[in-house]
């Protein structure tokens, strides 16, 4: 499965993420991926499997956002 994302932080153009395993999972492997890239200390990651999609927050704002995709 790909994450592609819509941006993280100001960077607009991030290369799709191979992901896989349960939401939990999921999100530690964005969470691991986007860290680096936004200057917040404060990130968390909440993915929805049922829309295929999640969101990347910093502190009280979106960081950025991501759809699931199979990667066939």
Same mark, same amino acid.
Not at 34 to 63: F, H, N, W
């Given at each position: ?12 153009? @991030?290369? %799709? /993420? !191979?992901? &896989? ?7 530690? =492997? $964005? ?14 990651? @909440?993915? %929805? /499997? !049922?829309? &295929? ?7 009280? =704002? $979106? ?10």
């Amino acid at each position: 499965m790909l994450a592609k994302f819509d941006r993280i932080s100001r960077n607009h153009d @991030v290369p %799709d /993420l !191979a992901v &896989s395993g349960d939401a939990q999972a999921i999100a530690e =492997q $964005v969470y691991r991926y986007a860290k680096p890239k936004v200057a917040s200390k404060d990130v968390e990651v @909440v993915v %929805d /499997l !049922a829309e &295929s999609r999640g969101t990347i927050y910093c502190g009280m =704002q $979106v960081g950025g956002s991501f759809v699931l995709m199979s990667d066939e």
